[in-house]
Structure formats: structure tokens, C-alpha cells
């Protein structure tokens, strides 16, 4: 049976800009352009540094801003998001390519573009939900310190190779003696200035009562804004222009970001191949170097951006998978001009929001702009200090250590907690990729350990309409992990008296134990058998969908045990849970809530006349 498919509502689809361009006017269009250059001033600094984090040189900072820009504006759902590099993603390239060179991330950046893309085309999106919160917080926390540590030799003017937390910090009280003065004052001194002018877009200026006090007010409110998101270009331009005058041809006072590449890349084919020194690395070579980058780098991009998208979506219904293969397109088409992995950056994001922005056209803008910069400034970055780089680095990944998170868990689920410590703490010590994937390790296991015990309403039901049983209620799915403590349980609670019943047992809870004298039940004027304990189990199978063979196999050895003296009922099944239990069980009691009461009358008073055998299997 072919699938049938509208061609226009697909391309509608996979390309939103059909939709949001026809309603496009002139007062989007200043929205999105005020959006797009205040972006750029950050993006523009930013994708430096964050080229220095990766190990490259500058230019592929440049080279992995426009081309997400503009495939974004095109493919993307959500105004806000702007793609390019970001302080996680470059120090995870840095990790998977450090010591080979720039092919390595640009085919990277294509293989991650490819699984993205064939991960939003296959749906397979709900995967990233196997990454809880918790790891997630855990992860970009350690990240960010690693990031911050990463640079304390560029802030210091130090010379090392480092790449985890322990090894870094090893390195720089080793080479603490060799710090260079003038880097440290620059670098310092840029910290300071951005945290100060980072400051200025929160302040808050009373309104004067005149019209003329209170359009200055707004005209000085907007400009401290403006200073505050432009802060990262500010002190770079002023760090290069101090750079520049100080700079002598013998000695440099400060260390510089040196000769960069000048111009706009040319367009060609990601590399299957490369040299690195004397050693050539064919296709399958790069991809065995790259190993678990591979997966670990797309992964992190998805739920980066995913989240980013759902925190700006402000009560829109989010598609997820366009966002996906937004996202590998931008990928993919960027590794044709040398960009290494990018994804939404949720700095920008919030700068673009609150710049006003109307539609994802403002991408537009901002890859113009940086392409201008390519084609016109190059030659400029020669100047620019890597002790601001590092302080621009510094001060944009501070806010990503999420310390609020503790005492929320703390209040409301402290058992995550420990998915959260353990994915830091492992990130920090055995580096981040690994630390991801324990973190993830940690999730699977407490989720197999909640599989292991599911919520089981046990009671004892003796409240006058009924005969006295135990019924249960399980909710949702039943599998194997769980298969042999359910059964255990229910099995000794057969044994036990209904009233040695443990209170506080923290595995099955008992309600409604409401005992009716002798054992002797009213219902209208039909008086119950004479029961005094009860051997008839009740399973309320309404809302339950799902058993798996193992719990089946399970169930199979409980019937056979319960039915040696009592019954088992399976009440309100649906056809499938009704296949399911004749597959394993020879003729199990089925009935509806509604006859419920008679149908255990019948069952009990057939089994004290003899008129009917056990439920057997």
C-alpha cells in the first residue's frame, strides 16, 4: 500500500519560509533587521573565540556563522534561534579532533549534518528524551566549567596542551610561574569589562513625569541595552586597537591571534581525505578518529537546539522534527564551506529576542553581515589578543553552570539527583564525552530499577457489595523487569492473613480495609456466602495496555499457584490483553466491572458446591 503524500503541504513543510513570507512586510522586515545586526555583534566575536576553543584558526569561526544563517532562515519554525558555533559544541570538537586539522571538523560537521537530517526524516527525535534533564544540566555545567578552565592559559598568557579538567588545571599550576604580566592585565581587565557591561542591559530607569524626560529615558534605556549585547565586539575592537599600538616587530608584548587566511571560503566538497603532517588519513581512517564524535556531537546538537526551540516557542506547538532536519541541513550544506558543527546558540537567541524579532528572516541579515566581515575585516584579526578571547569565552559560558537546579531537584525529586551529580562529577574527571555517555548509563538504570517496581494498588475489598477479595490495579505497561517482584508480592500476600498485612510496606498499597463482621456480606436481599479470608484475586486490567512475555510467563506460574486455592479474575480486558492471557492461561475468568459483584458470588458458591474446577493453566 504506497503512502500518499501531498507534494505541496510536504515542501510546506520542509520549508516554512512559503508560509511566513506571505504576510512579510515592511515592519517585520525593520524587526528583523535591528534582530539580525545586534546578533551579528555578538555572533561575530563569539564564532572567533569559539574558533580558538575548537583549535583552529579564526576564520572557521567566521566560516561556521553565515551558511547556518541563511539555511536556518529558510528551513527553520523558530524567529529566534540563530546557528552557529557555540562554547559546548567547539570543545567537543576540540576533544574528537585536536592534534589533525581542519578536515576532521568539516567532515564532522557533514556526518552530523547527515544523521541529523536522516534522524528528522525517520522521526527518530523521541531518542533524545532518553536524555533526562538532570544529565543534560549535569553535562552542560561540567561542560561550561571545563570551557571556563580551558581558557585560564589564554587569560594568563600560558602555553599547554590540556584537554580535561584535571589535566588542565595540572598544567597551570605547573606552568604558573611562566604567566605572562601584560596577557594577565588584558585579559583580567576584560573579564571586568564584560560582566560591567553585561550589567547595563538590566538596568531599570524610572520614568520621569514629562513626555520629553521620558522619551530620553527610553533613548538612554535602549542604548545601555545596546552596549550590554554589543559588549563582546566593543572590547574586542578596543583589545585589538590597544594590540595594534603596543604591537613592536621584535618583541610581542601580548600574544595575538597572529596571520589568518583572508576572504570568503570557496565552496567544495567536504574532505574524504587528508594529510596531517607526513601521515595520510583516507575516508574510513577520519571516521575511526572521529568514533564516538560521531554520535555524541549530533546528539548534543539536537537536544541543544530542540530545547532552545521549545523555551522561545512561547506556546506555539513546537515541530520537533522539522527543527531536526533544519538543523542537519545546516550541517550538511555548511560543510561545503568549511564550517565545523554548529547548532543554536542560546545567548544569541535571547538577544535576538529581545531585539524584537519578527521571523526567521532575520538570519538573513546576520550572514550578510558576516560575509562582509570575511570579505572586508580578515586581515584585522591579525591584532586581536587571545587574552580577550579567552575572557569573551569566560564570561559567555559562566551562565551555563546551573546551580538553581540543586535545590529544585532537592524539593521535588531528589532521587534524580543522582544523574545529575554523577554526570558532572564524571564529566569533570573522566572527560565529557565520556561523562555523557555514564550520565546516560545512570538514567537507563534508574529507569529499569522504576521498571522494576511500578506503582501496584494492592487492597483488600470488603466494603458490602462485593465478596472479599484483593484487587489490584495496574497501570500502563507490565514488563519484564518487574515480572518476578509482582509476582513474589502478590503470591505472599496469599499467604499472609489479611491482617498481618504490613501498613507501610513501600512496595504495594493497601486500601479500603473495611472488614464486615463474620464475614457475612448484604447486597439488597441476597445474602453472600459465609467468607472468613479471602483466596479470589481481582485484576482490573482498564488500564492496562501492554504485557510483555516474560510478565506473561510470570503471570502463568501465579495462576498456577493462586488457583491451588482460590481464583484469579481478570476484570474490564481489552481484546488484546484478552489474546495475550489465552495465549499462556486454559480458560481465564474474564468479566466487566458491572457484574463484577454476582460473577464472584457464582465462582465462590461453584467452588464450595464443587460444580466447577480451579482456573487451571
Known amino acids: 500500500m504506497m503512502l500518499k503524500v501531498n507534494p505541496r503541504q510536504l515542501v510546506g513543510r520542509v520549508l516554512p519560509i512559503l508560509h511566513w513570507s506571505k504576510n512579510y512586510d515592511a515592519k517585520k522586515g525593520i524587526g528583523d533587521l535591528i534582530a539580525g545586526i ?45 546557528i552557529g558555533p557555540t562554547a559546548l559544541l567547539s570543545l567537543l570538537i576540540f576533544t574528537y579532533t585536536n592534534g589533525t586539522n581542519p578536515d576532521f571538523a568539516i567532515l ?62 595540572g598544567s597551570v599550576f605547573k606552568h604558573i610561574t611562566h604567566t605572562r604580566l601584560q596577557d594577565t592585565l588584558l585579559g583580567l581587565s576584560c573579564c571586568i569589562v564584560l560582566m560591567g557591561m553585561k550589567a ?23 542604548s545601555f541595552w545596546f552596549a550590554g549585547v554589543s559588549r563582546n565586539a566593543v572590547v ?67 537536544i541543544s537546539n530542540v530545547a532552545i526551540a521549545k523555551a522561545f516557542s512561547k506556546g506555539r506547538t513546537l515541530d520537533a522534527t522539522q527543527e531536526i532536519v533544519a538543523l542537519g541541513a545546516c550541517n550538511i550544506i555548511g560543510a561545503f564551506f568549511h564550517s565545523f558543527p554548529v547548532n543554536g546558540s542560546f545567548t544569541r537567541s535571547a538577544v535576538s529576542d529581545a531585539s524584537g524579532v519578527k521571523t526567521p528572516a532575520a538570519g538573513f541579515y ?84 522504576y ?34 517482584k509482582v509476582r513474589i508480592k502478590l503470591m505472599s500476600i496469599k499467604k499472609s492473613k489479611k491482617s498481618a498485612i504490613p501498613a507501610n510496606d513501600t512496595d504495594v498499597r493497601f486500601e479500603h480495609l473495611t472488614v464486615v463482621p463474620d464475614g457475612v456480606v448484604q447486597n439488597g436481599t441476597t445474602t ?19 504485557l510483555d512475555y516474560t510478565f506473561l510467563q510470570s503471570l502463568k506460574m501465579l ?12 476484570c474490564d480486558a481489552n481484546l488484546l490483553i484478552k489474546e495475550q492471557l489465552k495465549s499462556i492461561i486454559q480458560d481465564p475468568l474474564f468479566c466487566d466491572t458491572d457484574d463484577l459483584a454476582v460473577f464472584l458470588v457464582e465462582i465462590t458458591t461453584a467452588t464450595q458446591t464443587g460444580n466447577s474446577s480451579d482456573t487451571r493453566l
Open 559 to 570: 495462576v498456577q499457584e493462586w488457583s491451588l486455592s482460590g481464583r484469579v479474575v481478570w
Open 236 to 302: 574586542v575592537v578596543i583589545a585589538s586597537v590597544i594590540a595594534y599600538f603596543v604591537h613592536q616587530d621584535k618583541e610581542e608584548p601580548l600574544i595575538l591571534t597572529g596571520d589568518i587566511t583572508p576572504g570568503l571560503p570557496k565552496p567544495e566538497l567536504p574532505p574524504f581525505q587528508t594529510t596531517v603532517g607526513n601521515t595520510t588519513f583516507d575516508a574510513g581512517e577520519m571516521l575511526s578518529h572521529l568514533g564516538s564524535g560521531l554520535i555524541v556531537v549530533p546528539l548534543v546538537g539536537v
Open 528 to 546: 453472600l456466602p459465609h467468607i472468613k479470608s479471602s483466596n479470589i484475586l481481582v485484576i482490573h486490567c482498564d488500564a492496562l495496555h501492554r
Open 366 to 449: 546576520t550572514g550578510i553581515i558576516v560575509l562582509l566581515t570575511l570579505g572586508l575585516l580578515t586581515p584585522y584579526f591579525y591584532f586581536i589578543p587571545r587574552a580577550a578571547l579567552a575572557a569573551v569565552i569566560v564570561c559567555a559560558v559562566l551562565h551555563m553552570v546551573d546551580i538553581a537546579i540543586l535545590k529544585r531537584l532537592w524539593n521535588t525529586s531528589r532521587l534524580d539527583l543522582i544523574p545529575l551529580v554523577g554526570t558532572f562529577v564524571c564529566c569533570l574527571v573522566l572527560g565529557i564525552e565520556i561523562g555523557l555517555g555514564c550520565g546516560v548509563a545512570i538514567d537507563v538504570l534508574l529507569l529499569l530499577y
Open 200 to 222: 547595563l542591559k538590566d538596568i531599570r530607569l524610572k520614568d520621569p513625569q514629562d513626555e520629553k524626560g521620558r522619551r530620553n529615558t527610553v533613548i538612554l534605556q535602549r
Open 451 to 484: 521498571h522494576s517496581r511500578p506503582p501496584l494498588d494492592v487492597a483488600f475489598v470488603d466494603d458490602g457489595i462485593h465478596l472479599p477479595h484483593y484487587a489490584i490495579h495496574p497501570i500502563g505497561g507490565l514488563h519484564f523487569a518487574s515480572a518476578e
Open 38 to 82: 545586534t546578533v551579528a555583534l555578538t555572533l561575530i566575536p563569539q564564532s572567533i573565540a569559539y574558533a580558538s576553543l575548537a583549535g583552529f584558526e579564526p576564520q572557521y569561526g567566521l566560516y561556521s556563522s553565515f551558511a547556518g544563517s541563511f539555511v536556518y532562515a529558510i528551513m527553520g519554525t523558530c524567529p529566534q534561534i540563530n
Open 108 to 169: 564532522l560537521c557533514f556526518i552530523c549534518g547527515v544523521i541529523q537530517l536522516v534522524a528528522g526524516i525517520l522521526q527518530l527525535g523521541f531518542l533524545v528524551e532518553f536524555v533526562s534533564l538532570p544529565v543534560v544540566s549535569g553535562f552542560t555545567s561540567a561542560a561550561a566549567i571545563t570551557i571556563a578552565s580551558s581558557q585560564i592559559k589564554g587569560l594568563f598568557g600560558l602555553k599547554f596542551n590540556a584537554e580535561t579538567f584535571i589535566t588542565i588545571w
